[in-house]
DNA sequence: ACCTGAACACCGTTCAAGT
DNA sequence: ACCTGAACACCGTTCAAGT
């Protein structure tokens, strides 16, 4: 009676091989990032919390590299998520939409700090930079700016210099603001919004 | 005749006791930074380029952490001198300054890469940032901006929520060209004068 | 006052060996 | 196919000991 089910026992101690091991790591792995609001987790610790022995992850990735990729890769997928969830349902003012958009891109920042700088950081690298699932959260902003465009609500532009611009403008907000430089104490009050006001104003027609 | 002189001595092997291991050491760091382009360099690593024991630096510096924040320190130092530098020696129109400095800025960071993200980064923590000599730096950005307000070139506004705005710009365009994101094939050619101009007009009265 | 060497508690990664 | 344990080559840091 108390044989251990093959598999999916939240009480299941040591003695299974796991059979899912992969996605435990990665969650792990993310919950780590979550918590210490860095990503200089150690796979040995990933392992130990995972309950398996510290090499058991090399068969599910080659390296901590790769996990580290994986890791951003998701990161990406969850703020475009985050970007789009943030579009008005109803069909309003330009700048209330611009203003969603770029105060849900701090908020993903500010809200996941150990995994924004690791979607940005150069340990995971050009390969993950050039992804499908990193350009399509870049793709949420250049629609946004196409649709301004075209209703004239901002000034017609390259369209790429101008999403580049917007992206610079937010990501410097967003890593000010992980590294703590964005405060009241230094820059005055409000100052996000102050500086997403003023990156408008640019885009006027 | 083959005595050893005391100090100084470029040829010299390895038998002197240094008496100038914290700037040698900090200097190697900095090297180290530099050619790297990255500050993920090995404490060992530095004592054996100095050629004394991986333990003599403990003499000099706490631990890492106090090396870094040295580092990180002096990298705020040589940003707020090229940022002074840059600045046109006979008086122009307030855009040209705009952009020089604007550019130094930039250029401080994608030249020194390794050192900026050091500047920035989670591991040298609040002391660093709210120190004198950082603070310094972004006091270049504040001046500049009150020259501007006060000669009407530009919008008149709260002037640290201004210089917050323009820092975060420009940190946000010099870290994505750092990590290789702010390249023609994602986001169109000359994306740096682009986002710099679109800020611009986000300044102007 | 400064430097060294041994030592400690860790890492990431490899690899033969087990099931 | 997946997992383990020993092993290797590293770290950062401490500390007694040397000069």
Same mark, same amino acid.
């Given at each position: 009676m108390s044989d251990v089910p093959p598999k999916r026992r939240k009480?299941?101690?040591?003695?299974?091989?796991? *059979?899912?091991?992969r996605r435990v790591v990665l969650e792990t792995a993310a919950a780590m990032v979550r918590e210490q609001k860095?990503?200089?987790?150690?796979l040995r610790e990933v392992a130990r919390r995972a309950g398996v022995?510290?090499?058991?992850?090399y068969n599910h990735f080659a390296d901590k590299g790769a996990l580290l990729a994986e890791l951003a890769m998701g990161g990406f997928d969850a703020l475009r998520m985050a970007l789009e969830a943030s579009r008005p349902k109803r069909p309003g003012a330009f700048r209330d939409e611009y203003f969603a958009v770029a105060r849900a891109y701090v908020r993903f920042g500010t809200e996941n700090p150990g995994l924004y700088r690791l979607m940005f950081?150069?340990?995971? *690298?050009y390969d993950v930079h050039m992804s499908e699932r990193s350009v399509a959260a870049f793709g949420v902003m250049l629609e946004l700016l196409a649709r301004g465009q075209a209703t004239g609500a901002i000034k017609k532009a390259r369209l790429r210099a101008q999403a580049a611009a917007c992206w610079a403008a937010v990501h410097g907000i967003t890593t000010l603001c992980i590294e703590g430089l964005f405060e009241p104490a230094i820059v005055g009050k409000a100052p996000v919004d102050a500086a997403l006001a003023t990156l408008f104003e640019g885009l006027a027609p």
């Open positions: 009480t299941s101690a040591r003695p299974y091989h796991h *059979g899912d091991l860095t990503w200089q987790f150690t022995s510290h090499t058991a992850p950081s150069q340990d995971v *690298g």
